[in-house]
């Protein structure tokens, strides 16, 4: 059984920091693509960052020079470093992971950035 769990959320003053970690549970499956995602009150679930198994890595402009995300494939983790937090930011984030040819979701973290 796959099983990704985020923590790391909270409530941050905006210019803060916080870091979010997703570890993945699954055996004998390959781990791809990883990523972090968010949905905003309103607004549709977006790409904040991934990270492929090749490293390859892709930011949404709105936070590229601001969030770094890393994985560590041995551990199953992948963090997002999200540095210069704005009231914008605020939002559930979502750790996916993509495993074979199937996407896997976790539950989701608040994070509230506020002003």
């Known amino acids: 059984q796959v099983q990704l769990v985020e923590s790391g959320g909270g409530l941050v003053r905006a210019g803060g920091s916080l870091r979010l970690s997703c570890v993945i549970t699954?055996?004998?499956?390959?781990?791809?693509?990883m990523g972090w995602y968010r949905q905003a009150p309103g607004k549709l679930r977006e790409l904040v960052a991934r990270?492929?198994?090749?490293?390859?890595?892709n930011y949404a402009e709105s936070v590229q020079g601001r969030f770094t995300i890393s994985r560590n494939n041995g551990e199953k983790k992948v963090d997002l470093q999200m540095n210069s937090l704005k009231v914008e930011d605020t939002a559930v984030y979502y750790c996916?992971?993509?495993?074979?040819?199937?996407?896997?979701w976790g539950k989701g973290t608040l994070v509230t950035v506020s002003s």
């Open positions: 996916k992971a993509v495993l074979g040819a199937l996407d896997y």
């Open positions: 699954a055996s004998g499956i390959t781990i791809n693509a």
């Open positions: 990270i492929g198994n090749s490293g390859i890595i």
